[in-house]
């Protein structure tokens, strides 16, 4: 499995970002796929995970109404739409994907977002 995220850029507070993973080599009718952010000086943390076949997405509470998943299933492609953006969300965001259950063992590079006035 292969993942390539791009999209982080730097952008007010208030703003928003849309990143993108294309996703190969998964198998889609059994893969959740997920977004993971890692701030300076914290621990990783999950931000939204897709199983793939059904679109069901979970949401972390911190970015509720604010983060949308989506996927477009012809090019194996998630995307995580970021509105409002805080400066907590200030992170580096890594795609992940795995077998439902174990989204977290294939990861792609980071991309790094930066709010920040």
């Known amino acids: 499995v292969q993942l390539q995220a791009s999209g982080g850029g730097s952008v007010q507070p208030g703003g928003s970002l849309r990143l993108s993973c294309v996703a190969s080599g998964f198998s889609a009718g059994y893969y959740t796929l997920g977004w993971f952010r890692q701030a300076p000086g914290k621990e990783r943390e999950g931000v939204a995970t897709?199983?793939?076949?059904?679109?069901?997405?979970y949401y972390a509470d911190s970015v509720v109404g604010r983060f949308t998943a989506s996927k477009a299933s012809a090019t194996n492609t998630m995307y995580l739409q970021m509105d409002d953006l805080k400066p907590e969300d200030t992170a580096v965001y890594y795609c992940?994907?795995?077998?439902?259950?174990?989204?977290?063992?294939?990861w792609g590079q980071g991309t790094l977002v930066t709010v920040s006035s």
């Open positions: 897709m199983q793939w076949r059904s679109g069901s997405t």
């Open positions: 992940a994907s795995g077998p439902t259950g174990a989204v977290q063992r294939y």
